[in-house]
Antibody, heavy 120, light 110 residues
């Protein structure tokens, strides 16, 4: 059974850091491009970042550039999102999502999300 | 990158058809085949309904169909069922190695 399980969320103060993890099972992790997508409470979906199957290519939404870093450890079947200098507007449920064929074709499988709350 | 434009809400009676539009620009929807659609029920993760403008993943009923004309993509739900009441989001890649979602459309089954 294909599964993505996010962890590492929590309540943090503005300006601090947090690292999210996405542990996968049920498929060959190293073959797939994986994205992070977030959803602020009561709001719509927002794409955050993507990493290629081999970890070499990474792309970010403008608000994440310079603050967030996406990475993966294919030996551990785990995706990461390192988030620095967090802001109140980063408060959201963060989903990891797997593609099927290429970077941009769509998000085929989703995790259940990890909640990040940035508040003083 | 500005969000794609979707109507806030659409409604229909059971058995009817509804269409949700997703308006973008030539730099996103109009420029690429990578338009996808998602259904999200309250408290649940989104579910892929349509990818590459009009393709359906295995297991998605053929009541759901996608299309595109110029800078506007559309999702049509035929034979509306009570279980189709949910939020729907479109998504497109852009010319700057990123993706952008629409603001979401709430579908109400009357």
């Amino acid at each position: 059974q294909v599964q993505l399980v996010e962890s590492g969320g929590g309540v943090v103060q503005p300006g601090t850091s947090l690292r999210l993890s996405c542990a996968v099972s049920g498929f060959t992790f190293s073959r797939y491009v994986i994205h992070w997508v977030r959803q602020a409470p009561g709001k719509g979906l927002e794409w955050v970042a993507v990493v290629s199957s081999d970890g070499r290519n990474k792309y970010y939404t403008d608000s994440a550039k310079g603050r967030f870093s996406i990475s993966r450890d294919n030996s551990k079947n785990t995706l990461y999102l390192q988030m620095n200098t967090l802001r109140a507007e980063d408060t959201a449920l963060y989903y990891c999502a797997r593609t099927e064929n290429d970077f941009w074709s769509g998000f085929y499988v989703w995790g259940q999300g990890a909640l990040v709350t940035v508040s003083s | 990158q500005s969000a794609l434009t979707q109507p806030r809400s659409v409604s229909g009676s059971p058995g009817q058809s509804v269409t949700i539009s997703c308006s973008g620009t030539s730099s996103d929807v109009g420029g690429y085949k990578y338009v996808s659609w998602y259904q999200q029920h309250p408290g649940k993760a989104p579910k892929l309904l349509i990818y590459d403008v009009s393709k359906r993943p295995a297991g998605v009923p053929d009541r759901f169909s996608g299309s595109k004309s110029g800078n506007t993509a559309s999702l049509t739900i035929s034979g509306l069922l009570a279980e189709d009441e949910a939020d729907y989001y479109c998504c497109s890649c852009t010319g700057s190695y990123s993706m952008v979602f629409g603001g979401g459309t709430k579908v109400t089954v009357l």
